[in-house]
């Protein structure tokens, strides 16, 4: 009982700690799960296997080939492209927009950010326009997207380790349609919502294109990965550790190319890898690790199940919106690890399909941090931009966009998910 309590403590400790000091949460997450071995809650051999391996090589490998990719400018020059064919600028901003929610299924939010946002501000730049609410746009739409891709945000990637899922079942699952048609549900939702506050620019665009692809090398690479992620089906149905192994390959032959062709420093790529999130993300592995392995997670399912009883409809819509509001204000990393064994345990005491809960899970907890400049990684990275150029982003303004955006979004993939799942 001792250490159950202890688990409970020190979770909820860093829990808190997450959101009142977000800068700090790799440390948080570091000392929690050495305190979880010290105190004996769990052996270094349990909180080692705790770890999702298959996530995390996934998780690495796509930082190491984005890192080459994002050198590459090719999606800077598709960016450019796409602005000197649109018809007007509320146009080219809808596309850019529609781009960047392309690139993030495949990329992590954060990297396509960056690849995008600098030329939405040379845009904006060229017209003589507030970049604001296009940086916004294009922060919230990344964030989109990375939902509907195993490989697209570490949510996703969460999902797929957590349930056993592939890449194509994120497309076709059990012989239904997946999470990437919600998502894509939701996008055409979302865009009306964004056409609405762009609809006034309705001059022709001018952007002289500068952008020169250096290689397409990084880009063969990134279709090459995910054409053998999608038929790694056929030879790993259990979703071992194949996803995770080719990333790495993958990404370890990017970063390889890069030395030997562009001469970059192979030091300073490693070291300049987001090694935050990746010790931070198994940080999070471990102290959930230490619920489950204490009986809380199976405690938290048998508490929800009686409160829904057998009103899955109820239980569904609760799951979805709980995480929607929580996420708008709290990392959605550690809270979907500690609640997607609640989920499928409810699902399992209710006797329905898991995947109702568990893609309703993760819809709430990706999109809701859509709503909030603290929501989610790429938002802070997008105020960012902004404050640096010189148009600070008020929490408000940020709202005014990003509610009416997320909205949209989940209730058009939650009614989704409900007629085709439950």
């Not at 396509?112 to 922060?139: D, F, G, Q, S």
């Not at 993958?250 to 062709?261: P, T, Y």
């Amino acid at each position: 009982m001792e250490h159950k309590i202890t688990a409970l403590v020190i979770f909820i400790a860093a829990y808190l700690l997450f959101i009142t000091l977000p800068a700090r949460r790799m440390w948080i997450a570091i000392i929690g799960s050495l305190a979880l071995i010290l105190l004996n809650v769990m052996s270094p051999n349990e909180a080692f296997w705790s770890i999702n391996w298959n996530v995390m090589g996934m998780f690495v490998g796509m930082l190491l080939l984005v890192d080459v990719f994002m050198g590459s400018k090719v999606p800077a020059y598709l960016a450019e492209l796409i602005v000197d064919r649109s018809r007007s600028t509320a146009w080219s901003i809808i596309f850019i927009c529609i781009m960047t929610s392309f690139i993030s299924a495949f990329v992590e939010n954060v990297a396509t950010v960056l690849i995008v946002a600098p030329i939405a501000i040379e845009l904006a730049r060229k017209l003589k326009i507030n970049p604001t609410e296009m940086i916004i746009a294009i922060a919230i739409s990344s964030n989109l997207q990375g939902t509907a891709t195993l490989i697209g945000d570490p949510p996703s990637m969460l999902l797929g380790g957590f349930a056993k899922m592939n890449f194509n079942d994120f497309f076709f699952y059990h012989g239904k349609p997946g999470i990437f048609w919600a998502v894509q549900l939701g996008a055409a939702a979302s865009m009306i919502v964004l056409y609405f506050f762009f609809r006034r620019h309705k001059e022709k665009t001018a952007l002289v294109r500068v952008e020169k692809v250096r290689s397409w090398l990084p880009a063969g690479l990134l279709v090459g990965l995910i054409l053998l992620l999608a038929t790694s089906a056929w030879w790993d149905q259990g979703f071992t550790y194949t996803a995770g192994s080719l990333c790495m390959v993958f990404g370890l032959a990017a970063l390889a190319w890069a030395q030997i062709v562009n001469r970059h420093s192979l030091l300073k790529s490693v070291k300049d890898l987001d090694w935050e999130t990746t010790l931070f993300l198994a940080g999070v592995f471990v102290m959930v690790g230490s619920l489950t392995s204490t009986g809380w997670i199976s405690a938290s399912s048998d508490f929800l199940s009686g409160l829904i009883g057998g009103n899955i409809f109820l239980g569904y819509t609760a799951i979805v919106f709980i995480s929607v509001v929580l996420s708008a204000f709290i990392d959605n990393v550690p809270f979907l690890v500690a609640m997607l064994p609640v989920a499928s345990g409810i699902a399992q005491r209710a006797q329905v399909d898991p995947s109702l809960f568990l893609f309703g899970l993760l819809i709430g907890a990706s999109l809701g941090g859509n709503i909030t400049p603290i929501g989610a990684s790429a938002n802070i990275v997008a105020c960012g931009i902004l404050k640096k150029e010189g148009y600070p982003v008020t929490f408000g303004k940020f709202v005014s966009i990003g509610l009416p955006f997320t909205l949209a979004a989940v209730s058009a993939a939650y009614l989704f998910i409900w007629l085709i799942w439950h």
